[in-house]
């Protein structure tokens, strides 16, 4: 079945510092790919996404670029800031052979220090 | 105001009893589920709900059941709360394909504590 593996946490940087949280998945059809963010005591919200091979998904300086031919979609952000401190989850939705049924990575907690 | 709202934010309760989470959705989406987020294993799809006469299990249904009360609503029910079923409880809601990508818009979350 299909699947998204992410990097494992913690993420310790220092403010300003570039991120990348790795995610690859595995899918028999054409997903779209997502990233959630879950700031602390919050549900999760979308972070960006994208719908095709090769579109990339930006918000708030993150990007991410969906890679068919490495089944991957990091996650990249240029300079952290604090509040940036979050877990970020890479998922999967596939609406015509996964049923809109989405699937999520374990989860990266990332911290920033100031 | 929240566009999916669950209540109770936070319950604890001890062990046999029965539980109800419910969930309430201002979106106008038929599609609805509840997952279940333990740390270190992302999140898990508990039962979904595609329409108000279409429930369908998920990954771990065993222990909880559900009820699509109205097109906004869908409530979990932990008919004999155990240990093992403390967690954290996200209700959601997506678009029908053709209609969206399938992103969900999540409620805040339920803290459940079994003792």
């Known amino acids: 079945g299909d699947s998204v593996t992410q990097m494992e946490g913690p993420v310790t940087l220092s403010e300003e510092a570039f991120l990348t949280i790795n995610c690859t998945y595995t899918a028999t059809g054409y997903p779209s790919l997502f990233w959630y963010v879950q700031y602390p005591g919050e549900g999760l919200q979308l972070l960006l996404k994208a719908t095709k091979a090769d579109d990339k998904g930006s918000n708030k300086g993150f990007e991410a670029t969906y890679r068919k031919e490495t089944t991957s979609f990091h996650l990249e952000k240029g300079s952290v800031q604090v509040s940036d401190s979050a877990v970020y989850f890479c998922a999967l939705s596939d609406p015509y052979t996964g049923g809109f049924k989405t699937i999520f990575g374990a989860g990266t907690r990332l911290f920033v220090k100031a | 105001d929240a566009d999916v709202t669950q209540t109770p934010r936070n319950r604890i309760t001890k062990t046999g009893k029965r539980i109800m989470l419910e969930c309430s959705q201002t979106k106008g989406h038929d599609r609805m589920y509840w997952y279940r987020q333990d740390p270190g294993l992302g999140l898990q799809l508990i039962y979904y709900?595609?329409?108000?006469?279409?429930?369908n299990k998920g990954e771990i249904s065993d222990g909880y059941s559900v009820s699509r009360q109205a097109q906004a609503k869908f409530s979990l029910s932990l008919e004999s709360a155990i240990p093992n079923q403390t967690a954290l409880y996200f209700c959601?809601?997506?678009?029908?394909?053709?209609?969206?990508?399938?992103?969900?818009?999540f409620g805040e979350g339920s803290r459940l504590t079994v003792l």
């Open positions: 959601a809601t997506s678009q029908n394909p053709g209609s969206g990508t399938g992103e969900l818009f």
């Open positions: 709900s595609f329409d108000v006469k279409d429930i």
